[in-house]
């Protein structure tokens, strides 16, 4: 596996084409040490569920991904947001 490359299932690597180094994390790194506790709490909540990702054995199959690329890509006009259900739902209990 190649520098800035992490496996991510199937056998297949997701490689990212900028690698920081050691010293620009850091800098990040004391950068948030300088915020308020409460972004300091975020950004660690972010970097523990990164953690769990990582641990969690569940992977979408190349099918499953393909699919949700495909409806991001070209969001079904036929479907309504959940809200809208509810709302419509609500309307005709009345």
Same mark, same amino acid.
């Given at each position: 596996m190649?520098?800035?490359?992490?496996?991510?299932?199937?056998?297949?690597q997701?490689?990212?084409t900028?690698?920081?180094?050691?010293?620009?994390?850091k800098? %990040?790194?004391?950068?948030?040490?300088t915020w308020?506790p409460e972004?300091?709490?975020d950004?660690?909540?972010?970097v523990e569920?990164?953690?769990?990702?990582?641990k =969690?054995?569940?992977r979408? =199959?190349?099918?499953?991904?393909?699919?949700?690329?495909r409806?991001?890509?070209? !969001?079904? !006009?036929?479907? %309504?947001p959940a809200?809208?259900?509810?709302?419509?739902?609500r309307a =005709?209990?009345?």
């Amino acid at each position: 596996m190649g520098r800035g490359c992490k496996r991510i299932g199937n056998g297949k690597q997701l490689c990212y084409t900028h690698v920081m180094t050691r010293e620009q994390v850091k800098a %990040i790194l004391d950068r948030v040490l300088t915020w308020p506790p409460e972004r300091q709490a975020d950004v660690a909540r972010v970097v523990e569920v990164m953690e769990q990702q990582d641990k =969690s054995e569940l992977r979408l =199959s190349d099918a499953q991904a393909a699919e949700v690329r495909r409806r991001l890509a070209d !969001p079904n !006009p036929k479907t %309504i947001p959940a809200e809208e259900v509810f709302k419509r739902y609500r309307a =005709s209990d009345a």
